[in-house]
């Protein structure tokens, strides 16, 4: 006999006082998650729970909810979405999402096996682990570490050291000043307006970087399959070296190319009194270097 499958939705909102500086970790096995700046001296967090499952199974699982809310506070440490495993049930699932508003003053430690992630305004430092969905952060002063299974990652206004690791989907990142780390296995990478240090290593997939060059910056892309756009302003000063291993390579920079039957090189100096150094190979895949103004 078939049993009829009940989904309940309950809601839930916390105010839990804090001073200096924040420590928020946040758990969910299904939902989303958006942290956000707020005021100095409290965390609200606003919760939506769904259960699915058997009608009796959905009412044990609220009512514990109800009971034990997923918030608990320990000085200015924050642990939200920790559901007990009392809770679980054979035939009933659980997913939440989470809002919550904290202290710029705040570092965020999140991981969510399936939904997105959006963290905003906030010190850091910062990091974000997700098995299935996307994630977005911007404006984060301190360290960055994005972890991504399967999804895309679009960060802007980074001021620390950001590092992503992303097994499968495009990374975008906009006004990064400190250095970058990045390791795509399978996607496209979008740089735009980068500070001095950037090593970037894509296994599949085409990136396309412009950017002014920071005096002293040093930027190694590397590709095993897929091509690279660089778009640089004119002006620029730095030492570059690009190298398709198997393709072609399309130049506008005053460089010296060289090709042959495995492939193509540019190489050589912008500007006077150059300290930057750029390095871009492909093994499988076309390099185009251009100006900014083309």
């Known amino acids: ?22 420590r928020l970790e946040v758990r969910t096995e299904s939902g989303d998650v958006a942290v956000r700046e707020g005021a100095d001296d409290v965390v609200r967090v606003r919760g ?26 320990i000085g200015s440490t924050l642990r939200i979405g920790d559901l007990p495993s ?6 009933c699932s659980v997913a939440a999402d989470y809002w919550i508003e904290a202290p710029v003053d705040t570092e965020v430690q999140v991981e969510v096996d399936s939904g997105d992630v959006k963290i905003v305004g906030l010190r850091g430092p910062v990091v974000a682990k997700l098995g299935s969905g996307d994630v977005e952060v ?27 690791d992303i097994d499968s989907g495009d990374l975008d990142l906009c006004d990064v000043r400190g250095p970058v780390r990045a390791v795509v296995d399978s996607g496209d990478v979008a740089l735009a307006d980068l500070g001095p240090e950037l090593e970037l290593s894509v296994d599949s997939g085409d990136v396309s970087l412009a950017s002014a060059v920071p005096d002293g910056a040093r930027w190694r892309v590397y590709t095993d399959s897929g091509d690279v756009a660089v778009c640089l302003p ?17 130049c506008d920079l005053p460089l010296v190319v060289e090709t042959d039957d495995e492939g193509a090189s540019a190489r050589g100096t912008l500007g006077e009194g150059a300290t930057a ?5 492909t093994d499988n895949g076309d390099i185009a270097l251009r100006w900014r103004d083309r």
């Not at 006999?1 to 924040?22: A, N, Y």
């Not at 939506?48 to 506070?73: A, M, N, Y």
């Not at 150094?277 to 190979?281: L, T």
């Open 277 to 281: 150094r750029i390095e871009i190979s």
């Open 86 to 91: 009392r809770l679980e049930r054979d035939n």
């Open 48 to 73: 939506r729970i769904w259960v699915s499952g058997p009608r009796d199974e959905v009412r044990e699982v609220l009512e514990e909810i109800e009971r034990h809310p997923p918030v608990e506070q």
């Open 1 to 22: 006999m078939w049993e009829i499958l009940h989904r309940v939705k309950r809601t839930f909102e916390r105010s839990l006082p804090v001073t200096g500086h924040v």
């Open 138 to 164: 911007a404006r984060i002063e301190g360290d960055l570490e994005v972890q991504v299974d399967s999804g895309d990652a679009e960060g802007g206004q980074l001021r620390g050291r950001a590092w992503f």
């Open 234 to 250: 004119r002006g620029s000063r730095c030492v570059m070296e690009a190298e398709a291993s198997s393709g072609d390579l399309d």
